[in-house]
């Protein structure tokens, strides 16, 4: 089985710029999470699907970020304008269910990095 | 609401010897999931180990085994005959099953094996 795949797995682009960030959760996986990390404050749920629908996304940090997930194999995070402030590892993972007993799985992670 | 603490943010071990990294968390529900989670320096979350509240039996795979004390709630990792690609960042986390599928993080312990 192929896991979470991320793209892309670095960016680096000016502050004001629109980013976009990609997931393609596994297979079969109808819960998909959006996490930021950075060494601050750790690891940050920022927004979670299930069967496609937004459930919790009191995580997402204000207005310029928004996510969405138009399909079971695909979703996107976007930040529009980017700021230096935004500069952190993404996780993208995904999990069977919304059982606890089902763990999630996280992608590579896209580094990102506003200048 | 539910915390998880790591109160070792570094940790060291010679190769081949045993370690063990503490987890503590705090909840008033009485079914839950815990899990820890490897990040090497690939910056992938990968899961170590998994271990369901209502189940006495404590976790092991291969060389992963936890300590799982419900009444002190106490979530340990052990580590037996620790190989250089161990080192990494470990992530205990807490799942509950009120109703919220979010995983609360505790703030990770660095482990590096020494050779």
């Known amino acids: 089985d192929a896991g979470v795949i991320q793209s892309p797995r670095h960016e680096v682009t000016e502050m004001g710029q629109e980013v976009t960030l990609r997931c393609k959760p596994i297979?079969?996986?109808?819960?998909l999470f959006w996490y930021r990390q950075t060494m601050m404050r750790g690891l940050e749920l920022l927004i979670y699907?299930?069967?496609?629908?937004?459930?919790?996304d009191s995580g997402m940090p204000e207005d310029r970020f928004s996510a969405k997930m138009p399909n079971a194999s695909f979703s996107t995070l976007k930040i529009q304008p980017s700021e230096p402030r935004d500069s952190a590892v993404y996780f993208c993972?995904?999990?069977?269910?919304?059982?606890?007993?089902?763990?999630?799985?996280f992608g590579d992670g896209t580094r990102l990095s506003i200048l | 609401a539910q915390t998880v603490t790591q109160s070792q943010p570094e940790m060291s071990v010679q190769e081949a010897e045993t370690v063990t990294l503490s987890c503590t968390y705090d909840?008033?529900?009485?079914?839950?999931?815990l899990f820890w989670y490897k990040q090497p320096p690939s910056r992938q979350m990968i899961l170590v180990i998994r271990?369901?509240?209502?189940?006495?039996q404590n976790a092991t795979e291969n060389r992963f085994s936890v300590n799982f004390q419900k009444a002190a709630k106490s979530f340990s990792l052990k580590i037996s005959d620790s190989q250089l690609g161990d080192t990494a960042m470990y992530f205990c986390a807490f799942l509950g099953t009120s109703g919220t599928y979010k995983y609360i993080f505790g703030t990770g312990t660095r482990l590096k094996v020494l050779a």
């Open positions: 297979s079969g996986h109808n819960s």
């Open positions: 271990q369901e509240a209502y189940k006495q």
């Open positions: 699907f299930n069967n496609n629908v937004p459930i919790d």
């Open positions: 993972a995904s999990s069977r269910g919304g059982q606890g007993n089902q763990p999630q799985h």
């Open positions: 909840t008033s529900e009485n079914n839950y999931y």
